[in-house]
């Protein structure tokens, strides 16, 4: 089994800064790409930025110069440095990891249970 713990959501001012950390533990034999992705009340869910085992990243565009993915891979670790929120991104924060497990032939994404990020004055 594969489990994804996400921290360091919470509420932040306009303007601020946050970090979040998405830790991978379990039966894993390596993992290939690791992502995040957010929810915010009555939309769909939309990619914030991924990452590669060899470090290559992926934004969507709205996130592009305000976020940084990052990577450890020695603790199967992905972060995402969020930097000038806005109240537009408030919502669930949810990392996701391609992982090959003990005993298994393919590699299956896991997803964690999500972390609350609220940007408000």
């Known amino acids: 089994q594969v489990q994804l713990v996400e921290s360091g959501g919470g509420l932040v001012q306009p303007g601020g800064s946050l970090t979040l950390s998405c830790a991978a533990s379990?039966?894993?034999?390596?993992?290939?790409?690791m992502g995040w992705y957010r929810q915010a009340p009555g939309k769909r869910r939309e990619l914030v930025a991924d990452i590669t085992s060899s470090g290559s990243t992926n934004y969507a565009d709205s996130m592009k110069g305000r976020f940084t993915i990052s990577r450890d891979n020695a603790k199967n670790t992905v972060y995402l440095r969020m930097n000038r929120l806005k109240p537009e991104d408030t919502a669930v924060y949810s990392c996701?990891?391609?992982?090959?497990?003990?005993?298994?032939?393919?590699?299956?994404?896991?997803w964690g249970q999500g972390t609350q990020v609220t940007v408000s004055s």
């Open positions: 379990g039966s894993i034999v390596s993992i290939n790409a």
């Open positions: 996701n990891a391609n992982v090959l497990g003990y005993g298994s032939r393919y590699y299956l994404t896991y």
